[in-house]
């Protein structure tokens, strides 16, 4: 054990406080650098920082192994014992730094990216060797909304998860909503109304969501629905009618669009009925 100390506060200790002070300071000046390029976006920085982090982070740990390899070397074999037993206890571990592996190799996920894993939902806006952080995103009318929660995700669930990028939504998106009507109410003239108010409010989106839509697929190499406006019609185990609409519309403004069609088609719905009883 004391040549086991004499060896450790040789050369080693120094070599390692040196080249981790170089590294800290490689990052302060960056990190200062990047916070100075006002003209940069917000999500770029955020990424490049967690570039930056991450690859010195292994840089420091490749430097650690050589710089502490001949002091390791002559307790290899006396660790062959506690193999199993470290592989055991670091089970997690392993997994956080293989689910890691698999993000940067496969590019599955980068910051600034929307993504569904398992239950949780949000925008990723760190990830290091051992989590992912995200900024949830809530669901059903409340995709595009942020829940104020930031969670922690360890590495390892992407080993084990179905993971969903919603990386071509978070600017554009098919966004869609349901009416229910009575089945007495006539289909037609309600739906061809709510379809030309829908029209009208997207038109002023037209041209970029075309050159958007371009872009998806020419990024992702998969073919879109040529028309930016639909409608569905289905019918529910009570017979009621169910009016789906579907829409290519900013996410900033998809919330907004579908209530001023949601107030119409309850107006229209009123009347109908206002009518019907008089």
Same mark, same amino acid.
């Given at each position: 054990?004391?040549?086991?100390?004499?060896?450790?506060?040789?050369?080693?200790i120094?070599?390692?406080?040196v &080249?981790?002070?170089?590294?800290?300071?490689?990052? &302060?000046?960056?990190?200062?650098?990047?916070?100075?390029?006002?003209k940069?976006?917000?999500?770029?920085? =955020?990424?490049?920082?967690?570039?930056?982090?991450?690859?010195?982070?292994?840089?420091?740990l490749?430097a650690?192994? &050589?710089?502490?390899?001949?002091?390791?070397?002559?307790?290899?074999?006396?660790?062959?014992?506690?193999?199993?037993?470290?592989?055991?206890?670091?089970?997690?571990?392993?997994?956080c730094?293989?689910?890691?592996?698999?993000?940067?190799?496969?590019?599955?996920?980068?910051?600034? !990216?929307?993504?569904?894993?398992? !239950?949780?939902?949000?925008?990723?806006?760190?990830?290091?060797?051992?989590?992912?952080?995200?900024?949830?995103?809530?669901?059903?009318?409340?995709?595009?909304?942020?829940?104020?929660r930031?969670?922690?995700?360890?590495?390892?669930?992407?080993?084990?998860?179905?993971?969903?990028?919603?990386?071509?939504?978070? =600017?554009?998106?098919?966004h869609?909503?349901?009416?229910?009507?009575?089945?007495?109410?006539?289909?037609?003239?309600?739906?061809?109304?709510?379809?030309?108010?829908?029209?009208?409010?997207?038109?002023?989106?037209?041209?970029?969501?075309?050159?958007?839509?371009?872009?998806i697929?020419?990024?992702? !190499?998969?073919?879109?629905? !040529?028309?930016?406006?639909?409608? =569905?019609?289905?019918?529910?185990?009570?017979?009621?009618?169910?009016?789906?609409?579907?829409?290519?519309?900013?996410?900033?403004?998809?919330?907004?669009?579908?209530?001023?069609?949601?107030?119409i088609?309850?107006?229209?719905?009123?009347?109908?009925?206002?009518?019907?009883?008089?």
């Amino acid at each position: 054990m004391s040549e086991l100390i004499q060896q450790l506060s040789g050369n080693q200790i120094i070599a390692s406080l040196v &080249f981790m002070a170089a590294m800290l300071a490689v990052r &302060f000046v960056s990190n200062s650098w990047l916070n100075s390029r006002s003209k940069m976006e917000i999500e770029d920085r =955020r990424r490049i920082k967690s570039n930056i982090k991450n690859g010195l982070f292994l840089v420091v740990l490749i430097a650690l192994i &050589f710089i502490w390899a001949p002091a390791l070397r002559t307790f290899a074999l006396s660790l062959t014992a506690f193999a199993v037993a470290i592989i055991l206890a670091t089970k997690e571990l392993i997994l956080c730094i293989s689910g890691y592996i698999l993000k940067s190799t496969s590019g599955l996920i980068r910051v600034g !990216d929307w993504i569904e894993i398992g !239950d949780l939902r949000g925008e990723v806006v760190d990830q290091n060797i051992m989590t992912t952080s995200l900024e949830e995103l809530g669901h059903g009318h409340k995709k595009y909304e942020y829940s104020g929660r930031t969670v922690l995700v360890p590495n390892s669930l992407f080993l084990s998860t179905t993971v969903k990028n919603e990386r071509f939504n978070k =600017r554009y998106t098919y966004h869609n909503f349901n009416i229910v009507l009575h089945p007495e109410i006539p289909l037609g003239p309600i739906r061809d109304k709510l379809l030309n108010v829908l029209t009208e409010e997207t038109e002023q989106y037209a041209e970029v969501a075309k050159r958007y839509k371009a872009l998806i697929e020419k990024r992702a !190499d998969i073919p879109l629905p !040529d028309a930016f406006i639909d409608s =569905r019609i289905s019918f529910l185990d009570d017979t009621h009618v169910r009016l789906t609409f579907i829409c290519f519309v900013p996410v900033a403004e998809a919330s907004q669009i579908e209530n001023k069609i949601k107030t119409i088609a309850s107006a229209e719905i009123a009347d109908w009925y206002a009518r019907k009883a008089g």
